[in-house]
């Protein structure tokens, strides 16, 4: 028999990586988008639930944009933190496993080796901060959780890099990429999938199953070089193509500071359910035969 699990944040990348993978895995998908299910108001969260009865939750709404939550931190503390929250909460009274998705960017960017689950965390933005709220609220309020820390994620749809990517190459040709910062590019169905597959096993055995645990693609990059990938696969569908110049994070000069060095260690997952995420170019060149093929949809449309 299928689980039922609702996904919040139905209408991001992550939410719309769930939806297509409704059915697989033992899985029933329903992901409400923020009209449907807001996790800033209990009472929305609370008719969510009621409406659509479930057996776990995954939270997928996030307030994402690392640079504007610079200047607008009571958004994103009121998703990110409070929202988590008031989810925790709800899913505690009805007795309904959470899982939270969190973020590399808790962490500084200090160290040289891949960060553990319990390696201190100091993040440098109000996002991260934000995202450890969220995580401590979790914490707190459902005992029965999952926190997982991804990384760079990408897909098809919503904003990430990689869409970014495609959209500067349409009016650009040329293009500065930050090279001084190395995380791991997650695709998005991918961790979905793989989020999946922790959340049964969690449910059909719970012992020593709760916890935070890492969970990203397994080869490590740079801004710059994760670009040059993606205009290389770009390239190859016959895509325009901008040269690319690396640049240093200062001479940037985003609004808010990202970590240099965000690569997580995996192996808690990998012990505990047998997951692993590996290279992340197989899931970059379905991304870009996704976006091809919605084009082609519209052009015939």
Known sequence: MERRVLVTGGAGQLGTAFRALSGTAGFAVTALGRGELDVTDPRSIAAALDKFPCDAVINGAAFTDVDGAE????????????????????????GLPLVQVSTDYVFDGAADNP???????????????????????????CARHLIVRTSWLFGATGKNFLTTMLRLAETRDSLTIVDDQQGCPTPAMDLARALLGMLGQALENEEKAWGTYHLCSGRPASWYAFAGEIFACAAALGRPVPVITPISSAAFGAAAVRPAYSVLDCGKAKARFGVALGDWQPGLEAALSQIGARETGRERA
Request: aromatic residues 6%; hydrophobic residues 40%.
């Open 115 to 141: 960060y553990g689950e319990e390696a201190p965390t100091a993040p440098l933005n109000v996002y991260g901060e934000s995202k450890l709220a969220g995580e401590a609220a979790v914490r707190e309020l």
């Open 71 to 94: 200047g607008q931190r009571a958004q994103a503390f009121a998703v990110n933190g409070e929202g988590a929250a008031n989810l925790a909460r709800a899913c505690a009274e009805r």
